[in-house]
């Protein structure tokens, strides 16, 4: 839905699937709208590595970091945009929407977890988090821990963070050995 300019990166680290070449047969579509592409394929698998060198790629301006499984509303990185359209440092997200669990452990999970407060009153960043470019100034690389949306989330006061009215979709982890 957005029509502005878009700087694709995908980085796709260890990847044992498709990923690097269904975003590749994307190219076209993305040329064709005025955005950019550049898909790296990384030996090494690990989300901050991924996140880390994604970034020496990115030009200044916003950033949406997501996951590979999130789904998105069309109209969440307009939303986006729109909200991080400031020089004040400022941290975005959508809508939660948590996918629905296959198992039984997950699926109470996940009903435990929406009802925590920074949940229902918050922007989580659960899967999918934006910073403007002053925002993205308040840290250098990203740590080597398992929560990167947490990380960047506590950058902010709850002042800067911004919620779009926007969906987006989530799948819990499944079973009880992952969570």
């Given amino acids: 839905d957005y029509a502005g300019p878009v700087q694709v990166i995908v980085i796709a ?31 090494q698998g690990g989300k901050i590595g991924a996140l880390n060198h994604g970034d020496t790629w990115a030009s200044d301006g916003i950033r949406v970091y997501l996951d590979a499984d999130i789904r998105m509303s069309p109209r969440l990185i307009s ?25 039984l452990i997950s699926r109470h999970y996940a009903r435990f977890w929406q009802s925590l407060p920074f949940v229902t009153q918050g922007v989580t960043g659960a899967g999918l988090f934006a910073v403007n470019a002053n925002g993205r100034k308040r840290w250098g690389a990203f740590p080597q821990i398992i929560s990167d949306d947490t990380f960047a989330r506590l950058q902010f006061a709850e002042s800067e963070r911004l919620l779009v009215d926007q969906p ?11 969570l």
């Fill in 79 to 103: 939303g986006l945009v729109a909200v991080l359209d400031d020089p004040a440092p400022r941290y975005a997200g959508g809508k939660l929407v948590v996918a629905p669990a296959q198992s």
């Fill in 13 to 43: 680290n260890g990847c044992h699937d498709d990923t690097a070449e269904r975003a590749r047969a994307r190219g076209t579509e993305f040329t064709a709208r005025g955005w950019s592409l550049k898909v790296e394929e990384l030996a």
């Fill in 168 to 178: 987006y979709s989530w799948p819990i982890v499944e079973g009880f050995g992952p």
